[in-house]
């Protein structure tokens, strides 16, 4: 042991470091101080257990402190769900690690943390970056590193090694098993290589959602052909509506008013009009007076939503009757709006909507429809997510019916190009000698399609995505197959193809094979990290098996004590929700590294 130490140091200084480092390992570790993994460090209480063997306050530090992420809210919470994630994953591989005969020597722990190869919840701990100096192990800087991570001594350090040496030998061993065949590394290569250039046109169902109006008949219909489906989903997100702070929903009318520019300076020309430009809104005094005779039909009993589409200036909610949808009362933006809804009731009365309210922006009236906290039921929710389902639907037709009527047109004799504005990549624009002008801001409401060229897009499975700087094209193996398999270069494809997020018209305009010489050299790296692949999928299914099975008998549990119950912060209108057991996945996309600060 102490020629594999020598081997990593370059004086006396640091050889006889190593030697009283050796020793402590040996008093500590010895036969002398037992098989348990807890060494000689003092028990403490553990934060779950896994199979009757529990999981200390020492390895929850380790694996917190060495995640990098945000410590506050949404993150703070997601990193600890996502550590005690792994924790569990690691013990339970280290569990099945012991029962196939494996064990980890003080040698074999020793030897890896002089080396600076150490692990973090599976993955590299680049202890080199932590603990050398001048890129030699130092044993002080070692200890600052355990106080880093509020452990106890070293020794709690190596507890943590030999727990994580004896899961990587289990994930080594599932590894172990995984086979490539040259068929499969072909096909790799070639969904990997195939290019194609094309031309496309989205249809967004996303951007109809924004302003369609759904009426109460249109709820009253998809929950009685659909109900079933809207129990599903209320199931499905049960955990959202529990624990919810004060929400309010509200409709708004809402009078755009903008202080005239100052008059430009004598020296320079003055531009037309310029007393009057501003950024859209009327003077000051028209647009009170406007609000004020708003709000007189509204007391003599006019709708509220058909005014605000008649007449309120924020285009996307006016489409909707003014509706905001549900949201906290501290989100409502303006503390003059929050105030004034305060005293407000819910329902069709004199009660529920407010005078003209005046803010820098303009003058609103709002009226409330709706508070809610607390626990939600289905019943309190349903015609909510019915509403949702009921907008989705509609917004998904009218995309579709645009597709269509875009496809049908091209076919015709009218192509693509003269039927929407060509948008260019920023890899086109890059690539112009020229400098690239500034975008200009995009108008609102102006969501009609555009028509956009990706070069070099390849497939990744059923996603289509160019180089960077390309607009994504969406998932769809069917889209997939069509663009690189079926559709000939130069020509249309043959329906509207429907993708993950769009519906998408497109075009064909070249194809590139893959080059077969260049297979022939990279056919070994792509058959190991093809390998590699599948060896990681292999560990997430087996992972999650064998947590799902300890759960279902009970053999894992776990203290809330340490974990944050709320995801989002609840003054930024948050709900509650409680730890599942590997909800996250395993160690799947994990930041983790050796330097907690």
């Known amino acids: ?100 005969g494996f064990q980890v020597s003080e040698e074999e722990a020793n030897e890896r943390i002089a080396k600076g190869d150490t692990l973090i919840l599976g993955s590299p701990g680049f202890g080199q970056f932590v603990y050398f100096k001048n890129g030699v192990f130092d044993y002080d800087s070692l200890v600052e590193y355990t106080k880093r991570l509020s452990l106890p001594s070293v020794v709690n350090f190596v507890n943590e090694q030999k727990r994580e040496l004896l899961a990587q030998k289990m994930r080594d061993t599932l590894g172990a ?41 249109d709820i009253d219909a998809l929950l009685a052909s659909k109900e079933e489906e809207v129990k599903k989903r209320f199931e499905m997100d049960k955990n959202l509506y529990k624990g919810r702070t004060k929400e309010i929903r509200i409709r708004q009318i809402f009078i755009k008013s903008e202080k005239p520019l100052a008059e430009a300076p004598a020296t320079q020309p003055a531009e037309p009009n310029a007393s009057v430009k501003a950024t859209g809104g009327a003077d000051p005094k028209a647009a009170r007076k406007k609000a004020d005779a708003i709000y007189t039909r509204l007391q003599a009993g006019e709708d509220f939503a058909k005014l605000a589409r008649e007449t309120s200036d924020e285009e996307r909610t006016a489409k909707r009757g003014g509706d905001l949808g549900w949201r906290p009362i501290i989100a ?56 949702e389902m009921a907008r989705d639907e509609k917004a998904k037709a009218l995309a579709r019916s645009e597709a269509e009527e875009a496809l049908a047109k091209a076919k015709a004799g009218t192509p693509l190009d003269q039927q929407f504005e060509r948008e260019k990549s920023e ?125 279902a008998k009970g053999e894992i549990s776990v203290s809330g004590a340490y974990l944050e119950q709320t995801e989002i912060d609840e003054k930024a209108g948050g709900s509650k ?17 050796g330097l907690p600060f």
């Open 427 to 551: 890899s086109e624009n890059e690539s112009a000698e020229d400098v690239p002008p500034v975008p200009s801001l995009p108008k609102l409401g102006d969501d009609r399609p555009k028509l956009f060229s990706s070069d070099e897009v390849r497939r990744n499975g059923s996603i289509l995505a160019g180089l960077t700087g390309n607009k994504y094209l969406g998932k769809s193996a069917e889209l997939a197959r069509a663009v690189f398999d079926e559709i000939k270069p130069g020509e249309l494809g043959p329906k509207v193809f429907e993708t993950d997020d769009a519906l998408v018209v497109v075009k064909v305009v070249k194809r590139d094979e893959p080059n077969m010489e260049e297979f022939e050299k990279q056919k070994e790296a792509l058959s190991s990290a093809l390998a590699g692949q599948k060896a990681e999928n292999i560990l997430k299914a087996w992972t999650m098996q064998r947590c799902d099975a300890a759960k």
């Open 332 to 387: 409502l933006g303006e503390p003059e709006i929050a105030k004034a809804v305060e005293v407000l009731e819910p329902g069709q009365g004199a009660k529920s909507m407010s005078g003209v309210i005046e803010t820098s922006r303009g003058f609103h009236i709002v009226k409330v429809e709706g508070r809610r906290e607390g626990d939600l039921t289905y019943d309190q929710v349903k015609r909510d997510i019915a509403e």
């Open 577 to 593: 929700s409680s730890y599942q057991p590997c909800s996250k996945g395993g160690s799947a996309g994990m930041m983790l590294g």
């Open 177 to 217: 098993a995984v086979k490539v065949s040259p068929e499969e590394v072909l096909e790799e290569y070639r969904q990997q290589n195939t290019k194609a250039s094309i031309e496309f046109v989205k249809f967004e169902p996303k951007k109809h959602a924004r302003t369609l109006a759904v009426t109460p008949a």
């Open 1 to 100: 042991m102490l020629d594999t130490l020598r081997q990593h140091s370059r004086s006396i200084f640091i050889y006889l470091i190593f030697g009283i480092l050796i020793l402590v390992f040996i008093i500590s570790f010895g036969p002398q101080s037992g098989s348990s993994s807890a060494g000689c460090a003092p028990k403490s209480s553990h934060v779950a257990t896994v199979a009757g063997h529990d999981i200390s306050e020492n390895s929850w530090r380790f694996g917190l402190l060495n995640m990098r992420d945000s410590s506050a809210g949404r993150g703070r919470a997601l990193r600890a769900r996502l550590v005690m994630d792994m924790l569990i994953e690691r013990e339970l591989l280290a569990q099945a690690a012991e029962q196939a």
